[in-house]
């Protein structure tokens, strides 16, 4: 992911995702400048947060790709199938030797 889409992505999740949570956590406060600036920064914190661990999940799911290749053997992966769940899809690899890659993450060679 790049800087310019980790930022478009960060602020907005910022503006959905972190401005609801920032209201609710400023909710008690007066009304003022330091509340718009709290809430700022807790809208920034979640959104950017969030689309960090998103970034990192991924980078770890592709380091245990390995390029599609088994890490325990190091012989090629090869897509078994797919199971749909409600919410996600999971993705099945299998290598020659009968080792099992497991992921949300749909990796193409």
Do not use: P
Not at 41 to 46: A, G, K, P, Y
Not at 64 to 84: L, R
Request: some cysteine; hydrophobic content about 45%; glycine content about 8%.
């Amino acid at each position: 992911m790049n800087t310019i889409t980790f930022v478009l992505l960060g602020l907005a999740m910022s503006v959905s995702m972190g401005a609801l949570i920032a209201l609710m956590v400023t909710s008690g406060m007066n009304d003022g400048i330091l509340r718009v600036i709290i809430a700022i920064i807790i809208s920034l914190v979640v959104g950017f947060g969030f689309i960090f661990c998103m970034k990192e999940y991924r980078e770890h799911e592709e380091k245990k790709w390995n390029n599609g290749f088994c890490t325990a053997c190091n012989t090629e992966w090869h897509f078994q199938s797919a199971a749909k769940g409600k919410n996600s899809t999971i993705y099945y690899y299998v290598c020659d030797n009968g080792h099992i890659f497991k992921t949300d993450c749909f990796f193409q060679k």
